[in-house]
């Protein structure tokens, strides 16, 4: 069974620090891979998504794949209390249209 | 614009209504997605249309019927819900070709079932 792992938190930062969020995925056959944003009460909101090794950049967002450790991460710089949410990773394996989601990752930034 | 419409936002309903959530897309994508999202749960997956058609069936049951009128509508019929069934209906579209494909998320439905 495919499997998606995150530390699920809740994770605290102070305002200004880098958060680091961390997902592990079982599927070796996994090929993209997308951080959720989802504040309490709303949808999930597409942040990032990354298919290749190496870094991603996008703003205050970075994401980190590494696919021999089968792992994949989310840093957010500069943490502001707006970033303050559950952050989703979800995995896709065989099929590009069926994303297998880690529990979340509950953040909150302190003012 | 990567805009997913839902309606409505709110839904109240006993266990003998019939009721219908509608999704609707106009970003040309070819997929759409029904996925139950419990609280403090990630979402779970009901349904996948692709090309109007359903490709996928997560053994939902049958008091949950999905519909695909055309490539940008997408319904989930409801009938003789449980209390169980309360959640978040979140409904999702997605674009582009493998690995960049990705899915939206429109706002959801929350549903609750006396």
């Known amino acids: 069974q495919k499997e998606v792992e995150q530390n699920s938190g809740p994770l605290s930062v102070p305002e200004g620090a880098i958060a680091s969020l961390n997902c592990t995925y079982s599927?070796?056959?996994?090929?993209?891979f997308f951080w959720y944003r989802q504040y309490s009460g709303k949808s999930p909101e597409l942040i990032m998504f990354?298919?290749?090794?190496g870094d991603k950049e996008d703003g205050r967002f970075t994401a980190q794949l590494n696919k021999a450790s089968q792992y994949v991460s989310l840093l957010i710089r500069d943490s502001q209390p707006s970033d303050s949410a559950t952050y989703l990773c979800?995995?896709?394996?065989?099929?590009?249209?069926?994303?297998?989601f880690g529990s979340g990752t509950q953040l909150t930034v302190l003012p | 614009d990567t805009e997913v419409t839902q309606t409505p936002k709110h839904l109240v309903m006993g266990m003998t209504n019939k009721k219908s959530l509608k999704c609707e897309q106009h970003?040309?994508?070819?997929?759409m997605y029904w996925y139950k999202q419990k609280a403090k749960k990630p979402p779970e997956l009901m349904f996948v249309?692709?090309?109007?058609?359903?490709?996928i069936n997560e053994s939902v049951p049958s008091r949950f019927s999905p519909e695909c009128p055309n490539s940008s509508l997408l319904n989930l019929h409801l009938h003789a819900l449980q209390p169980e069934d309360s959640a978040l209906y979140l409904c999702?579209?997605?674009?582009?070709?493998?690995?960049?494909?990705?899915?939206?998320f429109g706002p959801g439905t929350r549903l609750l079932v006396l």
């Open positions: 999702a579209s997605s674009g582009g070709v493998a690995p960049k494909e990705t899915q939206y």
């Open positions: 599927d070796r056959g996994s090929q993209s």
């Open positions: 990354i298919y290749s090794n």
């Open positions: 979800a995995v896709t394996g065989g099929s590009a249209r069926q994303l297998t």
């Open positions: 970003m040309g994508h070819r997929a």
């Open positions: 249309y692709s090309y109007e058609k359903l490709s």
